[in-house]
């Protein structure tokens, strides 16, 4: 039997843990990140803008045609205006042409009044300046020639009116006996034509065997 004497074994004390004190790291702070560096914009350099031409304003108005050559003989007063181009595929007497023979007509009455008005002053001057016989009757016989020459001009005028009326009803350029096209051509060289070349013939030949 085991004595009451006999010693616990002692108990061996574990040695007391450390405590470990975990030493907090700081958080390393990261370098800002560097933003790409912008290049530099250079100066721009300030051109001088080109000057612009000075556009000349166009005048509302229309500038008046000159003209030369008595307007009472058409052949020699036709040389002011340029002829019709026509195009191939171009109606006959369209805007264009009737535009065309409007400033043609306009142009040639407007010389025709202008022509009329000179006219008129030289008849009207006094022919007490003529004091001798023989230069008042060659003064006389002036006047005649321009009275003659106003008388044809006032049928002339009249001529273009109804030439202008016929512009303005879309009758103008055909002819009035048969209906068919006068023509550029001969429209130009006669403005105031209103009969085709084939009809006109046949009425000079009927004037000549009627008056011989």
């Given at each position: 039997m085991a004595t009451k004497n006999s010693k616990k074994p002692t108990k061996t004390k574990k040695p007391a843990a450390k405590k470990v004190t975990k030493v907090q790291k700081k958080p390393i702070k990261k370098s800002a990140e560097k933003k790409p560096v912008k290049p530099l914009k250079k100066a721009a350099v300030a051109r001088k803008a080109p000057k612009k031409a000075a556009v000349s304003k166009k005048s509302s108005k229309k500038a008046a045609v000159k003209v030369s050559g008595s307007p009472t003989d058409f052949s020699a007063f036709l040389k002011n205006f340029q002829p019709y181009r026509s195009k191939k595929s171009e109606k006959y007497m369209n805007k264009n042409q009737q535009r065309h023979f409007l400033g043609m007509l306009t142009a040639w009455k407007e010389a025709l009044i202008e022509e009329q008005e000179k006219t008129e002053q030289l008849i009207q001057q006094d022919q007490s300046n003529f004091p001798?016989?023989?230069?008042?009757?060659?003064?006389?016989?002036?006047?005649?020639?321009?009275?003659?020459?106003?008388?044809?001009?006032?049928?002339?005028?009249?001529?273009?009116?109804?030439?202008?009326?016929?512009?303005?009803?879309?009758?103008?350029?055909?002819?009035?006996?048969?209906?068919?096209?006068?023509?550029?051509?001969?429209?130009?060289?006669?403005?105031t034509a209103t009969k085709c070349i084939d009809c006109k013939t046949v009425d000079e030949i009927k004037e000549k065997q009627q008056f011989g």
């Open positions: 001798d016989s023989l230069d008042r009757a060659a003064k006389e016989e002036e006047f005649m020639l321009e009275l003659r020459k106003r008388e044809r001009e006032r049928k002339l005028i009249a001529k273009i009116d109804l030439s202008l009326k016929d512009l303005a009803d879309d009758l103008y350029g055909y002819c009035e006996s048969c209906g068919v096209e006068i023509g550029i051509k001969r429209l130009e060289a006669r403005p």
